[in-house]
């Protein structure tokens, strides 16, 4: 497939566990987003990549939130001693560039019991 | 804070009529707006965008009239079609602030009836 794919689509976990998402970006973007989704809302900004690089994490909401994409390609979001408050999608965003379109994956859904 | 509001959370419009949706911000930094398209389980779809340089872009069906001034922005579809029901959300961002990071409203979910 070409578009970004978001692994895995959905994930149920237990308050307090340690949960990883992961994002295959559209081959040959450098640019690569997180973003929040929850329910009733928009999208809320997260973290920003560019290549290997964090060039903006001001989205995180706190320390028990890291996302690291040590290849400059796929990304992980890793979320410690989760809460049911992180409960929601989480999208993935890819561009060629920091200054051209974001192609959005299909997102993972949280659910914190 | 919420600097991107999409105060209708719905609207119903009949096939081949206009569908407007409207969008208000605060920040004033705010140079780029786009529309996004989302259909359920699935990412959103960009739709439309708009520099603020601009006060109109027309792209087929679908125009973005921007309003600096009122800090107001709307998408026109025209014919708007069944195939058009979904979840639309505009979006913003300040080059100076990072360009990268879209502040996205709450979406209004259009529905087109036959």
């Known amino acids: 497939g070409a578009g970004v794919s978001q692994t895995p689509s959905n994930k149920v976990t237990e308050k307090g566990k340690y949960v990883e998402l992961r994002c295959d970006p559209i081959s040959g973007h450098t640019a690569l987003y997180w973003y929040r989704q929850s329910l009733g809302q928009g999208p809320e900004f997260l973290i920003y990549f560019q290549g290997t690089g964090a060039a903006d994490d001001s989205g995180l909401p706190n320390d028990r939130f890291f996302a690291v994409r040590p290849e400059g390609s796929v990304s992980t979001l890793k979320i410690q001693r989760t809460e049911r408050g992180d409960s929601a999608v989480y999208l993935c965003?890819?561009?060629?560039?920091?200054?051209?379109?974001?192609?959005f994956g299909p997102g993972t859904r949280l659910t914190v019991l | 804070d919420q600097q991107v509001k999409q105060n209708s959370p719905s609207l119903s419009v009949q096939e081949g009529r206009i569908s407007i949706l409207n969008c208000d911000y605060t920040n004033s930094m705010f140079d780029y707006f786009l529309w996004y398209k989302k259909y359920p389980a699935e990412g959103p779809t960009f739709l439309i965008s708009i520099s603020s340089i601009k006060d109109k872009n027309e792209d087929g069906r679908f125009t973005v009239f921007l309003n600096k001034s009122a800090k107001h922005l709307s998408l026109h579809i025209v014919p708007s079609q069944p195939g058009d029901s979904a979840v639309y959300f505009c979006a913003a961002s300040a080059q100076i602030q990072g360009a990268q990071k879209l502040v996205f409203g709450q979406g209004t979910r259009l529905t087109i009836n036959p």
């Open positions: 965003a890819s561009s060629f560039s920091p200054w051209d379109e974001q192609f």
